[in-house]
């Protein structure tokens, strides 16, 4: 009976994660990134986003939880020929809460950036938020691990080392990023630069959730960890390009 229920919640929660996924990866980003930002339809799919993507990490969470998770998952990396990547599995399970830190980090700051630039022209004070620092710790310690694991794995050729090393850098710069905004004097830039932190960061879960997808389709992981950092170089140049001339209409109608 026990194992039935577990069987049944593995199953529900397998669905919605990939459900989700799904419709937030190939449907309401997309869309979102196209049209023009600030208007209603901007922000009516950018809330059901953020509700998509806390049922995404949510039920990955509860599978993480679940005791048949590893044998299910060692069937599925049979399949997809995923266990030179996996072949240390002692760190499996946390690789998998780390990207659902990712994601929850990027998702929360990126939307706190606009209440926070609302709050700056308003001439009010902007407290650290209590979420923010425990998800700024929780991300740090957790780039921090996969960082030095990265290069204990390099010595040994894994496949996936270098992008260990890179993202947990590229995180930690992030995570200090914000954090310096926070400071009165850097109110100017965060009114100005706020969107590309917003774009920015939506775009890095967006990359996140589209590479999860291409490793479904069978692609080895040597040629993935070759493409991935070009495709963060074009993640970067897409923020800007579509955000700016947002910023820039912006500033008109500011009369900047």
């Known amino acids: 009976m026990e194992y039935k229920l577990l069987n049944i919640f593995y199953f529900l929660c397998l669905s919605l994660h990939m459900a989700s996924g799904a419709v937030t990866t190939f449907i309401l980003m997309p869309i979102n990134l196209l049209i023009k930002k600030g ?6 799919i950018g809330i059901a986003t953020v509700w998509l993507l806390l049922c995404l990490t949510i039920s990955s969470f509860c599978l993480l939880l679940n005791p048949l998770f590893p044998n299910r998952f060692a069937i599925v990396s049979q399949k997809h020929h995923w266990e030179s990547f996996f072949s240390a599995t002692f760190y499996e399970p946390v ?3 780390w990207l659902d830190i990712i994601t929850l980090y990027m998702l929360v ?3 706190r950036i606009w ?12 407290p650290y938020p209590k979420l923010g620092i425990t998800l700024a710790l929780a991300l740090s310690t957790s780039s921090i691990f996969f960082i030095v694991v990265g290069f204990i794995d390099l010595a040994h050729d894994h496949p996936f080392a270098s992008t260990f090393i890179s993202m947990g850098i590229y995180l930690l710069v992030l995570i200090g990023i914000d954090i310096w905004t926070f400071s009165p004097k850097r109110h100017k830039i965060l009114l100005d630069w706020g969107w590309a932190l917003h774009g920015t960061k939506m775009l890095f879960i967006w990359h996140g959730l589209i590479t999860a997808y291409i490793v479904r389709l069978n692609i080895s992981f040597a040629l993935i960890n070759k493409i991935f950092p070009l495709t963060t170089v074009a993640m970067w140049i897409i923020s800007y390009l579509v955000f700016y001339p947002y910023w820039k209409s912006q500033q008109r109608n500011r009369g900047l």
Do not use: G, P
């Not at 208007?39 to 009516?44: D, N, P, V």
């Not at 209440?115 to 902007?126: D, E, F, G, L, V």
């Open 115 to 126: 209440s926070r630039i609302s709050a700056i022209k308003m001439n009010k004070n902007i």
């Open 109 to 111: 700051t990126a939307i």
């Open 95 to 97: 690789f998998f809460l």
């Open 39 to 44: 208007t209603k339809t901007h922000r009516r």
